[in-house]
């Protein structure tokens, strides 16, 4: 059976280094099941977290070769093997120890975003009528596994360390679910504009490209948003519009 | 929990990405930067920029200029050291639009200004500000672009129509099609926009009960989900149209009729 190279990382909030092992690679294996079998029989102490190995819970995030990806649904046949394969924790995110690292933070800052906020209901028994194309476009963001490889990948979070100042393209996939749901009456632009600094986002759609459940996060909610930041802030007609009751 | 990051930060241009992760970058800055550089070229020529019924498109609509102005001919107040051309009160329009496009902006962050180089790729610098603040903040101005943008499309349609027209005949020839399918691209491209898209619909959050916006905003929808196809095919489009228009005003191509 045919063998591959990981190169692994392995450390703890104080730093650490990349630890080679030599382990087996058989059709159908995907890094989740080579990181397995190196947990087993070489490394029993390495630190890795994972769910559902179906790419359905977003838990087993790292970076494969440099880019951020599920390692469930990373197959060893879409990577070179004769060449060490690496595998890191996500930059963006502290360390907790190996390839675990401390996502508590997108959990924080989700509690800043205004919760949904219903019309009265249509109907006297207090239930509400949709109509399925206005809820279609809101259904791609509940695809979302809060995998948090989109937060990882984002230069301004990963290079630059705003966590302070920008929620990030996991927090604005959800605050458009909100913003964009047609039973919702709340408004978030002042939000988006201000603590989620939605303005720090240029463009580079490198959260989409990474996104496993291919969610057009930069076209459908970060744009939309700062659409709607636009219309609010930046646009006198669309204000002037406004005041005359015209959404 | 530390806020220590898990890999310390790599330098600029430093990543562990085994693929070609620079081709993109160079190819847009390479591409963009020959376009620019052309425009620029072609704009300070100040002439070749009609042949029979043809205009360019980047000369349209001549407003001030010497073949059919809408205005008039060179200013007397303009500067006699200044090279005089009638590109120089076109060329902003629909070039803000593409420096304002959403496209465009992350494509040319990356390729002109390295943030980021390229996804998980390191960075040269510390300091970032976005589109947050001065300067970048101005790319809000976006769908005011697009405004001055459809009254491009709709000069350049006029310009396509003049251009099977010839001595007051029906014609064409291959600078008819080439106008024609100029401003086709950059239809394709204009009502792609996201910020047309927004406004043809996406600022409504119950569109159902309006139809017609409905269809619109699918349709717009549609051409956004290729809007850098467009954009890169328009672009190229639109400077060949130049060129040729100016290829045949030289009297190095001959524009061959059709009838």
Not at chain 1, 146 to 155: A, G, K, P, R, Y
Request: proline content about 6%; glycine content about 8%; hydrophobic content about 45%.
């Amino acid at each position: 059976m045919a063998t591959a190279t990981f190169r692994i990382w392995r450390g703890d909030p104080n730093g650490g280094k990349f630890h080679e092992y030599v382990a087996e690679a058989a059709p159908g294996m995907v890094v989740l099941d080579a990181v397995h079998a190196i947990q087993a029989s070489q490394a029993n102490d390495l630190a890795v977290r994972w769910n559902c190995k179906a790419g359905k819970c977003g838990s087993c995030s790292a970076e494969i070769n440099g880019m951020p990806r599920l390692m469930c649904m990373t197959r060893l046949t879409q990577l070179t093997l004769d060449k060490p394969i690496t595998i890191e924790p996500m930059h963006t995110f502290p360390v907790i120890k190996d390839l675990v690292t401390d996502v508590s933070r997108n959990f924080r800052a989700k509690i800043q975003i205004k919760p949904f906020k219903p019309r009265k209901p249509d109907a006297p028994d207090g239930t509400w009528r949709m109509a399925q194309p206005d809820v279609d476009r809101v259904q791609e963001f509940r695809k979302c596994i809060e995998c948090f490889l989109c937060q990882d990948v984002c230069h301004v979070l990963r290079e630059h360390h705003l966590h302070d100042k920008f929620w990030g393209p996991r927090l604005y996939v959800y605050s458009a679910a909100l913003e964009m749901h047609p039973l919702d009456v709340e408004d978030r632009s002042g939000e988006l504009r201000g603590a989620g600094g939605i303005g720090y986002c240029n463009i580079t759609k490198c959260c989409t490209k990474v996104c496993p459940e291919s969610i057009k996060i930069t076209d459908n909610a970060i744009i939309p948003l700062k659409e709607r930041v636009v219309d609010h802030f930046y646009d006198p007609l669309s204000r002037l519009f406004r005041a005359f009751g015209a959404k | 929990m530390s806020n220590f990051p898990a890999v310390q930060a790599r330098a600029f241009g430093r990543t562990m990405r085994r693929d070609l992760w620079w081709v993109q970058p160079l190819a847009v800055f390479l591409g963009l930067g020959a376009f620019v550089v052309y425009a620029t070229w072609a704009a300070f020529q100040g002439a070749y920029y009609h042949f029979g019924p043809y205009l360019s498109p980047f000369y349209s609509p001549e407003l001030l200029g010497s073949w059919h102005p809408w205005i008039g001919g060179k200013p007397l107040w303009w500067p006699a050291w200044l090279i005089f051309s009638p590109a120089f009160f076109v060329l902003w329009g629909p070039g803000g639009f593409r420096l304002s496009c959403y496209y465009y902006r992350g494509a040319y962050y990356k390729a002109f200004w390295a943030d980021p180089p390229s996804c998980a790729v390191g960075e040269p610098r510390k300091l970032y500000l976005g589109e947050r603040s001065f300067p970048l903040i101005v790319q809000n101005i976006h769908r005011y672009f697009f405004y001055i943008a459809l009254f491009f499309i709709g000069d350049l349609a006029y310009d396509a129509w003049n251009g099977f027209h010839f001595d007051g005949h029906w014609g064409m020839g291959v600078g008819s099609l080439v106008l024609l399918v100029n401003v086709v691209l950059l239809s394709l491209y204009t009502f792609g926009c996201h910020s047309f898209r927004h406004l043809s619909g996406g600022v409504l959050d119950r569109i159902s009960g309006r139809p017609v916006r409905k269809r619109v905003y699918d349709c717009v929808s549609c051409l956004n989900g290729h809007h850098m196809r467009w954009a890169w095919i328009s672009l190229f489009w639109v400077a060949f149209s130049d060129f040729y228009i100016r290829m045949c005003a030289m009297g190095i191509w001959h524009d061959w009729r059709f009838f």
